[in-house]
């Protein structure tokens, strides 16, 4: 089963699955807490306890955190355990144990748990702190030699227990910090390898405003389509393949002008792919509204729109889908499965929003 995060760029093309642990990952500033916040905030109307742990965070930023998920999320339905940078070495270095405890009861319940942790990058630095205090003998980057059991035996904890143990799921979303992009340091390097996955988050990216920020060609998820809806496994199918060869021709097309008709439509369909992945904070898409966009992206409904006017598209398509195609949504929420006759169905009534946003444009 999904972990829907209602982020496009990454239930579509990166999926998390539940009991899975997927790293968000990326330099200072490209929006990782963000990401964390978006997937607690879109929990709010679906059957999962979000647990989030701020290790070493100023208390500000922890503010905003739990302002957020007030404002837009479930809070009865949330835990925050924070070890924050004012609090003591020891207090930081147990505060994601304590959390995991927490996710973990419910899990053993047989209910759904989301873990969040804010970051493992400080986490780190914590416990080299208290193993150098402690005369550990240091070893590269001077961090003791159990860093890697320690995150190991943290984030394995992680997991979707079968029926007969109850079901129930925990998933971790791990942070970790990178200094200049590189994600070959070592808490980088030990967190990749004990995770099922990672999202990449890029500076460039991030400063163009192309956010969520993810890098799609070194983001992975382990688990992929596997995790996803029938329906949007069938409609996302090419858009990660499509935008990745757009990313690359993007970059030669800046040196010299585009001449050839195939290629400026390959570059005008990239535009669009990447407009319509480009999602603002607390703005958490539905499956369904998700698979009625992509599907109308697929079968040409969007083809002449202009890039800058897909913010307003998808600020108006969950209401406008829920007033012109109930019947699709109801089946595609039902079933998870996209018959010709739904698709049909949800690709016309974006088709007729383009076309109203179309009339509304002309007559003003």
């Not at 419910?106 to 400080?122: K, P």
């Not at 996955?197 to 070194?218: E, K, W």
């Amino acid at each position: 089963a999904p972990m829907q995060t209602g982020i496009t760029a990454m239930d579509a093309m990166i999926p998390v699955g539940r009991g899975q642990r997927e790293l968000v990952i990326g330099d200072r500033q490209t929006g990782k807490t963000a990401i964390a916040i978006d997937t607690i905030i879109n929990q709010k109307g679906l059957d999962v306890i979000c647990v989030y742990v701020a290790v070493g965070q100023p208390a500000a930023a922890v503010q905003r955190v739990i302002e957020a998920v007030r404002s837009h999320g479930a809070p009865e339905r949330c835990i925050f355990v924070v070890g924050g940078a004012s609090a003591s070495p020891g207090l930081q270095w147990i505060a994601p144990f304590a959390g995991m405890t927490m996710a973990e009861h419910f899990r053993d319940a047989g209910r759904h748990a989301l873990i969040v942790i804010d970051d493992l990058t400080r986490h780190a630095a914590t416990h080299r702190e208290l193993a150098l205090l402690t005369h550990e003998p240091p070893g590269r980057e001077a961090y003791p030699g159990d860093i890697f059991y320690l995150h190991a035996r943290l984030l394995e904890r992680a997991a979707k227990l079968a029926p007969e143990r109850g079901g129930g799921s925990l998933t971790a979303l791990p942070i970790a910090e990178t200094d200049a992009g590189s994600l070959s340091a070592y808490i980088p390097t030990n967190l990749i390898s004990i995770t099922d996955g990672q999202i990449v988050l890029d500076t460039a990216l991030f400063a163009a405003n192309h956010r969520p920020a993810v890098d799609v060609g070194l983001s992975v998820s382990r688990v992929g389509g596997k995790a996803q809806w029938p329906a949007l496994r069938q409609v996302s199918g090419r858009v990660r393949l499509d935008y990745a060869q757009f990313q690359e021709l993007e970059m030669f097309s800046r040196f010299g002008g585009v001449t050839n008709d195939r290629v400026r439509q390959q570059l005008d369909r990239g535009r669009r792919i990447r407009s319509l992945l480009t999602q603002p904070k607390f703005a958490g898409l539905g499956m369904e509204v998700q698979v009625a966009l992509l599907a109308a992206h697929a079968d040409g409904a969007l083809d002449g729109m202009a890039p800058e006017r897909m913010a307003t598209l998808r600020a108006r398509l969950p209401g406008w889908l829920r007033s012109h195609a109930a019947s699709a949504m109801d089946s595609l929420r039902d079933t998870r499965q996209l018959d010709a006759q739904t698709r049909a169905a949800l690709s016309e009534a974006v088709a007729a929003l383009v076309r109203d946003m179309d009339g509304k444009a002309g007559a003003s």
